[in-house]
C-alpha cells in the first residue's frame, strides 16, 4: 500500500516500496521507526513494543513500563524467579522481614503491613493479637 498509508512517526506518507507495521493500524517508514526513549532503530531484527502509539525497544520499556520489585524498585528479567504478597512483586532476594532481614521462603508464614514484609516472629499472635498470615508460594 505505498503511498496511502501514512507514518506513525512523522505524519508523513509512505511512498517507499517498504514499510513497517508494528500493529494492525500503525504503519511507519523504515527510518522513522525508533525506540521514543533513546532512539535505537527498530526494525524486524528487534522486538518493538507500543503504548500509548510509541515505539519502544525492550529494554525501555521494561524500565518505563514493567513491573518492579516492591523492595528495590529494580525492574524484572525474564529469568527471574519472584515472590508475591498481595499485588506486590519481589526478587527472591529481596523477600526479607523488614524487622530482621530473614530471607522468607515459599512456605514461611508472613504478614504484609504496607509495604513492609513481617516474619511471624516478627508479627505474631503476640505482637498486636493477630496472626500472620500464610504468604503464597512462587511459581
Known sequence: ??????CAGCGGRIQD?????????LEWHVACLK??????PLDETCTCFLRDGKAYCKRDYSRLFGIKCAQCRASFSSSDLVMRARDHVYHLECFRCAACGRQLLPGDQFCLRDRDLLC???????????AAS??????
Request: charged share 25%; with cysteine.
Open 1 to 6: 500500500r505505498p503511498g496511502l498509508a501514512l
Open 17 to 25: 516500496p517498504f514499510l513497517l507495521r508494528v500493529s494492525p493500524d
Open 35 to 40: 525506540c521514543a526513549e533513546c532512539g535505537q
Open 134 to 139: 500464610r504468604g503464597p508460594r512462587s511459581p
Open 120 to 130: 511471624r516472629a516478627d508479627h505474631g499472635p503476640n505482637h498486636d493479637g493477630t
